[in-house]
Nanobody, 124 residues
Framework: VQLQASGGGLVQAGGSLRLSCAAS?????????FGWFRQAPGKEREFVAS????????SYSGSVKGRFAISKENDKNTVYLQMNSLKPEDTAVYYC?????????????????WGQGTQVTVSS
């Protein structure tokens, strides 16, 4: 599976951005689970959001819940991350990620496929 992330940029605090992740496989398939991670300067990569194994529900980290929304457009095989009310602490490289739909959790150690990352910078 190949993942191509885009949509990052520079935005002021309180603004919005939408990231896109084009996948080389069908996002409508339940065979893969898709999501997003991020890595801020000097910090470890952390989970941001993902779909559940059945693709019908979503999961978010506590720091973005209520501000970010993951979605997908199956006709385009694209996964999105809508980011609203952005804060300077959201500044990071954002990675789309995928793993086969197994019982293992959607955490970094279990991710099988990574996109190349897109930089998001939020100015105060």
């Amino acid at each position: 599976v190949q993942l191509q992330a885009s949509g990052g940029g520079l935005v002021q605090a309180g603004g919005s951005l939408r990231l896109s992740c084009a996948a080389s496989t069908r996002t409508s398939s339940y065979y893969y689970v898709f999501g997003w991670f991020r890595q801020a300067p000097g910090k470890e990569r952390e989970f941001v959001a993902s779909f559940t194994r059945d693709g019908r529900r979503t999961s978010y980290s506590g720091s973005v819940k209520g501000r970010f929304a993951i979605s997908k457009e199956n006709d385009k095989n694209t996964v999105y991350l809508q980011m609203n009310s952005l804060k300077p602490e959201d500044t990071a490289v954002y990675y789309c990620a995928a793993k086969r739909s197994t019982s293992s959790s959607f955490e970094e150690a279990n991710i099988e496929f990574w996109g190349q990352g897109t930089q998001v910078t939020v100015s105060s």
